[in-house]
């Protein structure tokens, strides 16, 4: 199983391979084909940075601000001019796979090729054909990307590609070393290959390339990452507090599936990671993804485990607010998120044992306090849930006090936040996802 996504697809693959070409399939095997290579296109998560509301789906278009300037995803519809309708089957496992363009030029790696090459032969041979058969082309032209010259040439873009990189031979290597049984090696197909993970939830290193792009690099792997549009990605191994030690593998599945279980809810990236992927994965897949994640070790084997305090909600419950920030918390928060922290799962989350409170770096919270966040409904929960913002009526000293008080409430127990650090993260307050239009609020 851990070959591909579809051991089918790979029996087509080499079928179309004999016949000669794509255009050669039987009818119902082209259908066959092309649903699974859909199927693949939402494990990879495709459409959260190839579809932008208005364009058409796949039509490229998203902005990516790098600090030499913007630069835009293609439009990958097949499209013969603006879109990859020239691109050959050999051409586009050589962009999924390895960050080359068609012209030979090297992809920014905004772009997760690194993970990608770790796709089997069988799943790339059914994401061509359903990009080419099963995609409506569109006739549009992404903007141009505004990165000047010199920088705009390509030729750094080759060398970092050579040095961090895998080769597909490589990487295919480490995808058939032996774990534990079919399932946690399905698993972990899936979470360090096409559903590239790691991009946001492992650190990364000077030249912005991930510091481990499997778990058989070590623990660095899917320990928490950089905020990424000021959002933190947390630790997704067996990390108490900070990372996934207490969520079974029924939470993982629920967050995975609908973005909230009763230990929290999605927001920021991780919203379009579900509401574009892993929502529209099988139960057998994601039970596959969570047993995975549940095998990882620790990263700080140090941390020690969270307990319940309830001494913050006998307080509140007493009417003693005078603790930092409880005042704030009771006049704006704890309608919702309850003095005892708990919150109305799945509706409002907990904020007692939450990771995303634990976190050594506060901006989500922040973030999350300041913008809001809304949660759009999934095909599995189809109802929204929103945070209000508070930017327009709390001020940065209240914003620091609250975010204090949740930190250190209930037995969180993490470093207190200060006015200055809300104001440092007000100048890069997000964009949200609805707004940029990757997720329709429907
Ligand atoms: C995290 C964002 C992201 C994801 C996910 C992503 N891409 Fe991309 N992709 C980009 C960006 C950005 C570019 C443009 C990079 C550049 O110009 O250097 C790009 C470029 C490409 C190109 C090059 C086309 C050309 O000629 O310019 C292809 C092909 C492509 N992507 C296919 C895919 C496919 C197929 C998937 C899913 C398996 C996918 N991408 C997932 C961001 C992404
Ligand atoms: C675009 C970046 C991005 C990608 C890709 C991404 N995540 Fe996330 N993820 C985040 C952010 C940011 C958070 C923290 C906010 C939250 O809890 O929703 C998060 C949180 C989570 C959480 C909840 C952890 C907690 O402590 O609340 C889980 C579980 C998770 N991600 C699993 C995954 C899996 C599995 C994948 C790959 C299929 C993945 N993520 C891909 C950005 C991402
Ligand atoms: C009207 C109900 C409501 C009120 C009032 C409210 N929240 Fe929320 N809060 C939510 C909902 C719903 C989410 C989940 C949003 C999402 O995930 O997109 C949330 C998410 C959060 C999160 C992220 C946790 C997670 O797992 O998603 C934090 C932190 C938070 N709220 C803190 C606060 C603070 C502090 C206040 C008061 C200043 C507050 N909230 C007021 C409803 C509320």
Redesign the pocket.
Known sequence: MKYGLFTRAAFFGVAALLAGSVSELRAEDMSALIAQGKYV?EA???S???TVRGRGEFAGGME?KLPIGS????N?TPDPTHG?GA?SEAE?SR??REGV??DGAS??P???FPS?ARMSDGDLHA?YVY?MKGVQPVALAVPP?SIPWPLSIRLPMTIWRAVFSPSVVAAQKDVNRPLRDDEIERGAYLVEG?G?CG?CHSPRGMALQEKALSNSNGSLFLSGGAAIDGFVPTSLRQDQRTGLAGWSEDDIVQFLATGRNRRGEAFGGMTDAIFHGTQHLTDADLHAMARYLLSLQPHQPTLSAWHYDPSAANALQAGDASAQGAKVYVDHCEACHRSDGRGYAPAFPPLAGNPVLMSADPASLVHVVQSGAVLPGMTKAPSAFAMPAYSGILSSQQIADVVTFIRKAWGNNAAPVTAAMVEELRKSAPESAIKKGIIPLN
């Open positions: 296109a990879s998560d495709c959260a940075c190839h990516f630069l835009y995803s293609s990958i990859i691109y586009f962009a999924v363009r068609r992809l920014y905004a772009m997760p990608y994401l990009f990307n096409p590239h991009a």
